[in-house]
């Protein structure tokens, strides 16, 4: 079955650039949406941005500024990016995969605490 | 202020039906697909599109759409049924995704 295993520093200084990366097993890595989502602690869900197979990205507006979401086919993985962090910053992130007919993700990583402090 | 609004805070009985909606304009375009999530885990797919379950969910759980409104329901709700539940869909430009708020369901 197809299973997305994340990893990244889980503490980040301020101004400094979160990194996390996805990887899939399991399953193929072509036709789907690969997204990020993050979390801040009690509170709800916040779309990052998704990658297509073939590279195209796609940000949320209020991050746009500041992510990057770039991908691996060869090595099935997708990675984020997020730079010059804040406290505000601080959640959990998922990866998820997207699918392009209902646009459900269907499949998630477990999370990931970062935590942005000096 | 996210574009799809969910309702606040619910309870129900064991075994009685709640019902959840979520509203905003992209959702006379596009169906929602809906997430459930426990205290501590990873969101879980429960329902998508016109009439899908993921293998797995009980039937219990249904969902449907009528203009900008989007609605999830749990008939007979069960202590595991408990949790935060969240829409997910396109933004009203239909460019970009987004969640709803969430509405927590407390099961007595």
């Known amino acids: 079955q197809v299973q997305l295993q994340q990893w990244g520093a889980g503490l980040v200084k301020p101004s400094e650039t979160l990194s996390l990366t996805c990887a899939v097993s399991?399953?193929?890595?072509?036709?789907?949406?690969w997204t990020w989502i993050r979390q801040t602690p009690g509170e709800g869900l916040e779309w990052i941005g998704e990658i297509s197979h073939s590279g195209r990205a796609n940000y949320n507006p209020s991050l746009k500024s500041r992510v990057y979401i770039s991908m691996d086919m060869s090595q099935k993985q997708f990675s984020l990016s997020l730079k010059s962090v804040t406290a505000a910053d601080t959640s959990t992130y998922y990866c998820?995969?997207?699918?392009?007919?209902?646009?459900?993700?269907?499949?998630w990583g477990q999370g990931a605490l970062v935590t942005v402090s000096s | 202020s996210s574009e799809l609004t969910q309702d606040p805070p619910v309870s129900v009985a064991l075994g009685q039906t709640v019902t959840i909606a979520c509203q905003g304009a992209?959702?006379?375009?596009?169906?929602p697909s809906w997430y459930q999530q426990k205290p501590g885990q990873a969101p879980l797919l429960v329902f998508y599109?016109?009439?899908n379950r993921p293998s797995g969910i009980p039937d219990r759980i249904s969902a449907s759409s009528f203009g900008n409104t989007a609605s999830l329901t749990i008939s007979g709700a069960q202590a595991e049924d408990e949790a935060d539940y969240y829409c997910?869909?396109?933004?009203?430009?239909?460019?970009?995704?987004?969640f709803g708020a969430g509405t927590k369901v407390t099961v007595l």
């Open positions: 997910y869909s396109r933004d009203s430009t239909g460019d970009h995704l987004v």
């Open positions: 998820a995969r997207g699918d392009p007919e209902w646009l459900q993700l269907d499949i």
């Open positions: 599109g016109r009439s």
């Open positions: 992209s959702l006379t375009r596009y169906y």
């Open positions: 399991g399953g193929s890595f072509g036709g789907y949406f």
